[in-house]
């Protein structure tokens, strides 16, 4: 993977809709990451990891990584980041430290907790979803889940809906009630 001019900085994630989640949650804290060396890089999944870690960690072009990924997915970013030499028996404090974040679920339930069901109802509204999202509220599947599990889960039925919602869903955030993982990826970058 040949880096751009300038990159010192390589952010993993797992895929397009994290990438935009963070890059605009730097551009509403007036961060320019292109400018500061900082690239984020969305993998296609975080089995992927391990290649990447190949590829720009201490063993290939040896640049400073960050990481996010959801927490299904934590065991994925240990054991390569492991094998890559950066430490062994990695607990989730091991992690950020070396500046991989795990979302509790994934980083749309970061949002939604951090956003309140009725905020991420004012996004997909803004997005034109919002009777779509009724009509799968009445789903007999979803019907007696909790709102918030049905958001996240309509979130991901549509292909594109993630990658369509990540930016004005990061927009709608009070800046104090950033969810940790992004919060404290962007502070160690």
Known sequence: MPL???????VLVEGISDQLAVERLARRRGRDLRAEGVSVVPMGGAQAVGGFLDRLGPHGLDVRLAGLCDSAEQGHFQRALERAGLGANLARCDLEAL???VCVLDLE?????SLGAAGVEEVVDA???LEAFRTFQKQPAWRERTTEEQLRRFLGTHRGRKIRSAAPLVDALDLTRVPRPLDGLLAHV
Do not use: N
């Open 99 to 101: 500046g991989f974040y």
């Open 4 to 10: 751009d001019h300038g990159v010192s900085t390589v």
């Open 109 to 113: 339930d970061e949002l939604i907790r």
């Open 127 to 129: 997005l034109g979803d």
